[in-house]
């Protein structure tokens, strides 16, 4: 049963700490989505990347916000330094084909993040 | 900017309820429309609609899609305590390297 694994499920962390998130998205997909949501702004597109390259990052905090794909396996999603406004779940999301067959997106279960 | 517009924001309503969700959107170029179901965790893909007037069906529930008032609809009949959900709508739109835009949710609740 091919899914999209996120680690860590839950994270606390002080403000100031380094967060680092990680995704697996499901194999032969080729696009990879980071979203962060909250209950104030809902679904937010952070990021994604396609073959492993960033296409948009627009929806990052670029000063402390930073995402990559080490390898068609692994995408990461970095906040260095975390502030308290950064707790949400963050959800990473794969897909794969181009075109309209694109756009289905598997979520993975999140990540839960508290910053105090 | 592109937008979806969800409504309503929520809803409570009985098991055997038939419910209606609506979707709008502005988008520019656009390609396709997907809803999902939020319960506690990750969102679950339900539908995906590129063509105005066919209805999309999987047991109680169905989606239709009008390109020319541009926007969709989501029906769940004989509701189920089950059903209570965040349902998501999400417009994908512009060249073919741009992701989903996502509304903002309706959240359903099913009381028996």
């Known amino acids: 049963d091919a899914r999209v694994t996120q680690t860590p499920r839950h994270k606390v962390t002080e403000m100031g700490q380094e967060v680092t998130m990680r995704c697996q998205p499901i194999l032969g997909h080729n696009t990879v989505f980071w979203y962060r949501q909250t209950m104030m702004q809902g679904l937010e597109l952070l990021a994604y990347f396609r073959n492993r390259a960033p296409l948009d990052d627009s929806g990052m905090p670029k000063d402390r916000f930073s995402a990559e794909m080490p390898d068609a396996t692994l995408a990461t999603l970095k906040i260095q330094p975390s502030e308290p406004r950064d707790s949400a779940v963050y959800f990473c999301a794969s897909g794969q084909g181009s075109g309209v067959a694109q756009e289905t997106q598997y979520f993975g279960p999140g990540t839960r993040l508290l910053v105090l | 900017e592109d937008k979806v517009v969800q409504s309503p924001l929520s809803l409570v309503v009985h098991e055997g309820d038939t419910v209606t969700l609506n979707c709008s959107y502005e988008?520019?170029?656009?390609?396709?429309l997907l809803w999902y179901k939020q319960e506690k965790k990750a969102p679950t893909f339900l539908f995906m609609l590129?063509?105005?007037?066919i209805e999309k069906k999987s047991g109680r529930l169905s989606s239709i899609l009008d390109k020319k008032e541009l926007f969709s609809i989501l029906n769940i009949t004989a509701t189920q305590t089950g059903d209570s959900a965040v349902y998501l709508c999400?417009?994908?739109?512009?060249?073919?390297?741009?992701?989903?835009?996502f509304g903002k949710g309706t959240r359903l609740s099913v009381i028996a």
């Open positions: 590129t063509s105005s007037g």
């Open positions: 988008v520019t170029n656009f390609r396709s």
């Open positions: 999400a417009v994908g739109g512009n060249s073919g390297n741009t992701p989903l835009v």
